[in-house]
Structure formats: C-alpha cells, structure tokens
C-alpha cells in the first residue's frame, strides 16, 4: 500500500516560493523537488536533516537538508506534512559546488 501525505505550506513558506519562482527557478525547482520527496516520506534519514536557524522566528532541528537550503516541517495527523519555514543552510554552499540536475 503506497501512503502519500499532503503538503501544507506556512505563509513564510509560500511567500518564499513565490519569490523564488520569479527570481531563481532552479532554486524553485530544487525545493519544490524536496518538498515531493517529503510528501512521499516524511521521515527522511539523519544524513538529510540539519539545523535550520531563522532569526527572531525559531530554531528547527529536524529540517530536511535540500542542496543549499533547508525545510523545516512536521506531521500533522498522519495525513499532513506541514512546511513550516524554507531557509539557507550555514555555512552557505558555493554554487560551483552545487549538485547539477
């Protein structure tokens, strides 16, 4: 049996994705990719969480690492994956570095 959970974004997350949209799509597209895979499985391996930090809105232990970003988000209802803030990770990752799609 396959279990596909949904996606809810917070405001600061939607708003962050429509201002990616417009101004760096393959950023977009990356998170956009990541936000899939967690709506496929929501309990990713330890190698893929980090630290998201967002000043003066909290601290997320448990964020899902996608390239030079980071998705905090939890499970509501064993029904909802809820993306709570998207953020650069630190130190940020020199695009020649970059994974190529």
């Not at 600061?12 to 990541?34: G, V």
């Not at 030079?68 to 064993?78: K, L, N, Y």
């Amino acid at each position: 049996m396959n279990i596909r959970f949904e996606a809810w974004l917070s405001d600061s997350a939607r708003w962050l994705l429509a201002r990616l949209y417009d101004t760096d799509r393959d950023a977009y597209a990356q998170l956009t990719s990541c936000i899939a895979r967690l709506e496929r499985d929501p309990f990713p391996e330890s190698e893929h969480i980090t630290t998201l930090v967002i000043p003066r809105r909290g601290v997320y232990h448990n964020a899902l690492r996608c390239d030079g970003w980071a998705i905090a988000f939890h499970v509501e209802d064993d029904t909802f994956v809820v993306i709570d803030e998207i953020g650069r990770t630190w130190p940020p990752i020199d695009p020649s570095l970059r994974r190529q799609p």
